[in-house]
């Protein structure tokens, strides 16, 4: 489709998607409520009746002592596995009302643990914990019981024991953006209610403990696992050599994983040939809209980020559009994106995902203009799942970069010359003096 059609097919579908998210849905209060009546149905001073658990997660704070939790959906066991954060919520076209629905409904029930297993009362503060320890053989107890249910295939049956009344706080606030968590509750013990299944991929990558993490990964994913799953059984440290095995903290796994599977996939479309013509690829969910602009030649990469005033990463509403940006070369990046951080790597891997099943490679531009609509955090599911599907369906070309630059730029919130200015891939692409005209 020629790049001017295209532009003009995706301006009505994008004012038919503006206009269903002006209606906002504040349906959360109302769950809310339900939720209460749900927990003290559910839930008793020192047990939860009937838990299922989706889900894990292992928090960050005080490293290496950390919070680990299992995740339970109160009430809604049947569906458990509707709960655990995957690419099937963008099938669904869940809301961001949808995702504070699923997310404040799993109760964490809680317990501190040394990321090596090792027992006792280390934290972070003291300086006594022994790092020098692994999780590989630990499959009792609490932390036994929670690594079943990160690399069981299904929800798991569990059993567990509450030290004391639950808290019920309901608050969803930033640190809340990658890690599916509602309110807490302190576990005492955990045990499980029925003997998981663990699919043959995942007990390979236990059995060799001479195989390092990234190896293992990789393994999995061409072997079918999504990178949801292998978040999860990285984080409970079932991979990687077994003297090395502990837990990895929730989010510090969610990025590795999208990082190693990345570079796996950089290194298969190396060597491929380059597309044929400029392509301009389009996606809008959750308030956020994605343009990717592929380009012939060797692999580049870069993630433009604009910020609305208003939406949840730049609130003040008279405080311009926030800018940030990242990119990497032909041979990757050497040091961690702080500027768009977990983004950059999950919109890399959809764009990586796309070229490799095309054996293809090519310079990838991708602006990603967060809207005043974008009113709650998600988490980089979204940008992940966003870009691999804005290579569904139709797509533009255009004749040179600078026509595609200039079509994607007349829908940004920003000039086309304040884009160059901060993109360095956008600013060394092929142009013409026309493009640095429309000076802001």
Not at 299 to 306: I, K
Not at 387 to 400: D, I, K, L, P, S
Request: aromatic content about 8%.
């Amino acid at each position: 489709m020629r790049l001017d059609e295209f532009l003009e097919f995706e301006t009505n579908e994008r004012a038919e998607r503006r206009r269903l998210a002006r209606e906002k849905d504040y349906g959360i209060l109302d769950h809310l409520d339900s939720f209460e009546r749900r927990f003290e149905e559910h839930v008793s001073e020192d047990a939860i009746v009937g838990s299922v658990s989706p889900s894990i997660f292992v928090g960050r704070a005080n490293y290496p002592t950390v919070s680990t939790g299992l995740l339970s959906p109160v009430g809604r066991e049947a569906d458990a596995e509707r709960f655990a954060t995957s690419a099937a919520w963008y099938d669904e076209g869940v809301s961001i009302t949808d995702v504070f629905d699923r997310r404040t409904s799993l109760l964490n029930s809680t317990k501190g643990v040394d990321v090596t297993g090792v027992s006792g009362t280390a934290t972070a503060s003291t300086g006594n914990a022994r790092l020098g320890g692994s999780v590989e053989d630990v499959w009792e107890g609490w932390l036994g019981v929670q690594r079943e249910v990160a690399i069981a295939d299904r929800p798991v049956d569990v059993e567990i024991g509450l030290d004391g009344r639950p808290n019920l706080d309901l608050e969803v606030g930033l640190d809340d953006i990658k890690t599916p968590t509602g309110p807490r509750a302190t576990a005492r013990t955990a045990a499980l209610g029925e003997n998981p299944y663990v699919p043959r991929p995942v007990k390979k990558t236990l059995e060799d403990d001479d195989w390092r993490a990234q190896g293992a990964m990789t393994y999995l994913y061409r072997r079918g696992f999504d990178v949801y799953d292998i978040n999860s059984i990285l984080s409970a440290g079932a991979l990687g050599r077994g003297a090395n095995r502990r837990l990895v903290p929730t989010r510090w796994s969610i990025t590795a994983v999208d990082d190693t599977i990345g570079q796996y996939l950089r290194g298969t479309v190396r060597d491929a040939p380059t597309i044929d013509a400029v392509e301009v690829h389009r996606n809008e969910y959750l308030g956020n809209a994605f343009w990717v602009i592929l380009v012939p030649g060797y692999w580049e990469f870069e993630l433009v980020e604009m910020k609305a005033p208003g939406s949840v990463w730049n609130p003040d509403p008279d405080a311009g559009i926030y800018l940030a940006a990242a990119s990497e070369g032909r041979d990757g990046r050497t040091g961690y994106v702080e500027e768009t951080a977990g983004a950059y790597y999950a919109a890399r891997l959809g764009v990586l995902e796309h070229l490799h099943g095309r054996d293809r490679q090519a310079k990838a531009l991708v602006c990603r203009h967060v809207s005043d609509d974008y009113w709650g955090p998600v988490g980089v599911w979204g940008v992940r799942e966003a870009v691999r599907n804005a290579f569904e369906g139709e797509h533009g070309t255009a004749e040179t970069v600078g026509e595609a630059l200039r079509g994607v730029a007349s829908y940004l919130p920003i000039s086309l010359a304040r884009l160059r200015r901060k993109s360095t891939l956008a600013a060394g692409l092929q142009s013409t003096l026309g493009d640095f005209s429309d000076e802001d």
